[in-house]
């Protein structure tokens, strides 16, 4: 039974290579890629065979190790990963559940990842092949560290297929993967730039101490503990590795079990009561713009990533600068100005999000500026809610209320200047975006020169608006208070003229690009 399956599961990875030629392209050049890290890695693993500070190494290699495992663990999860050996598939043929759960096991060895992690593995048999007993020693931890990656990866596919199934929980899933990964720059930006020399090898064993005696790296930690003579601690980690195998197993067993016996998730329906936003809303034109995007902001995905990142990318900007050495008091000043930008930037290609959708627009007669103005409804209701709460905020924990009206000028002026200029550039330059529907984070269809360049030109207009505000704001932090006020007037005044005339020349280019703009919605 064991060798179909693993027949089957062969027979699904050539399948791969049955493909578009671009599709196989891409494999192959995905292939190389992994195959040639695979024996970068191994490469430097038996360098570090010749290297005599075994606790560094130890250390080393069971934070990676422990990386590791979390990998095998949170990328199924969160991306959701198609499982092609899923075992609800074979529960019409009668196997025994502990039968199928050791065949489907089996099968997971099989794969680029297995073979990846297989020759990483063997190179720390190699580092740590330093006597008799160590050497052995490595091969069993080897062993249960490829063993213990791949059945955890089986778990967590089965768990991702079964929990995973419906639309929305894996665009759920995928927004809370890209906010974790962007989270962790921070982090590495200040791995990057610590002292390792000093305080970086003090931090490092302290984090694989804790690990080696944990389920995530003990496997890691027998051979380096060995390879020092501390022998007690050894087989102690090897007992919690093979513990921890166990209980993986166990629950390999009982979750295959279940999905046996459980049918897939659907979607569940929903019954609503009204017409939500359309009935809180003025009921004209632009009112019917702005439900239907107040609509979207709450519902679609891709407005939800746009809605993450908001907040995400001033703590991206400050930790670089904050481990560079720039004081607080200039590093408070950045977050709520950044959002602003951000926000007001983030409808440059509106339009393109409503794909062949922007026919009703057109032959229901809305005119340019209802259009125009009813998508920024939402954004501005965020951008005064970000612009009164975030600055209050930042004076209050800088204790410098003379700061409040430049950031209150220079914000407005980011957020209105980015809708008043994106409310051109979205009638008059949409470019490919996501298809509703589609997964956020999937590639358009088509893309070319003009992204970039819509892309860059909205993003320096917002900044050139707000020029003269900020200049005035750096004077009154640098030369005297009394500029701030002058920032304020600059900030507001230059943002409003900016929206006022965005929102008319939009509905202008609007109102006589309407074709234009459906062929554009049906090529992309």
């Avoid at 008799?132 to 791949?150: G, K, M, N, P, Y």
């Avoid at 102690?236 to 009982?254: F, P, R, S, Y």
């Avoid at 709450?298 to 001033?314: E, G, K, L, N, T």
């Avoid at 956020?440 to 970039?452: E, K, V, Y």
Wanted: hydrophobic share 60%.
């Amino acid at each position: 039974m064991v060798a179909q399956f693993l027949r089957l599961k062969l027979r699904l990875l050539a399948n791969i290579f049955r493909r578009s030629t671009w599709q196989v392209v891409g494999i192959v050049l995905g292939l190389v890629y992994g195959l040639g890290l695979a024996l970068l890695l191994f490469l430097s693993l038996v360098g570090l065979r010749l290297v005599d500070d075994v606790a560094v190494i130890r250390d080393v290699l069971v934070v990676a190790g422990a990386a590791t495992v979390v990998g095998f663990i949170v990328f199924p999860l969160v991306f959701g990963t198609e499982d092609t050996m899923d075992p609800r598939r074979f529960a019409f043929f009668g196997l025994p559940d502990r039968t199928l759960a050791l065949a489907l096991a089996v099968a997971g060895l099989i794969g680029i990842p297995a073979l990846v992690l297989a020759i990483v593995l063997l190179g720390t048999v190699v580092t740590w092949s330093r006597g008799v007993a160590e050497t052995i020693l490595a091969l069993i931890s080897a062993a249960l560290a490829f063993a213990t990656c791949l059945l955890l990866a089986r778990v967590t596919t089965a768990l991702a297929s079964f929990l995973l199934s419906t639309r929305r929980a894996r665009e759920l899933m995928g927004v809370i993967g890209l906010l974790l990964i962007v989270m962790l720059s921070p982090i590495i930006v200040v791995l990057v730039t610590l002292d390792w020399a000093n305080s970086g090898l003090e931090i490092l064993g302290v984090l694989g101490d804790i690990l080696g005696w944990t389920p995530f790296g003990a496997v890691f930690a027998v051979p380096g503990d060995a390879a020092a003579g501390a022998w007690g601690p050894a087989i102690l980690e090897l007992l919690i590795a093979v513990a921890t195998l166990g209980a993986i197993w166990l629950a390999w067993q009982a979750l295959v079990a279940k999905m046996l016996v459980t049918p897939g998730r659907e979607a569940s329906a929903k019954s609503y009561r009204g017409l939500g936003w359309f009935d809180r809303m003025p009921h004209g034109a632009t009112g019917a713009v702005a439900a239907r995007s107040f609509t979207y902001w709450f519902r679609d995905a891709r407005y939800w990533v746009s809605i993450v990142m908001v907040p995400i990318v001033p703590v991206l900007v400050m930790v670089p600068l904050g481990v560079a050495g720039v004081p607080m008091q200039y590093l408070g000043l950045i977050p709520v100005p950044l959002m602003c930008l951000f926000l007001g930037w983030s409808l440059h290609n509106d339009t393109a999000y409503d794909s062949t959708a922007i026919w009703l627009h057109i032959t229901s007669g809305v005119r340019g500026n209802a259009d125009r103005l009813g998508r920024l409804v939402p954004v501005l209701v965020a951008g005064v809610l970000v612009i009164g709460l975030g600055s209050a905020v930042t004076v209050f924990v800088l204790n410098d209320w003379r700061l409040l009206p430049s950031l209150l000028g220079v914000s407005t002026a980011l957020l209105l200047a980015g809708l008043g200029v994106g409310s051109i550039t979205s009638a008059r330059f949409p470019y490919p975006a996501v298809k509703p529907g589609d997964s956020p984070f999937q590639q358009p269809q088509s893309t070319g020169g003009i992204t970039a360049l819509v892309q860059s030109l909205t993003m320096f207009a917002s900044v050139l608006v707000a020029a003269p505000a900020a200049y005035f704001a750096a004077l009154g932090i640098l030369v005297d208070p009394g500029w701030h006020a002058a920032a304020f007037a600059a900030g507001v005044g230059l943002g409003l003229l900016v929206l006022v005339v965005g929102v008319w020349f939009g509905g202008r280019v609007f109102d006589a690009r309407g074709p234009e703009m459906i062929a554009a919605a049906i090529r992309a």
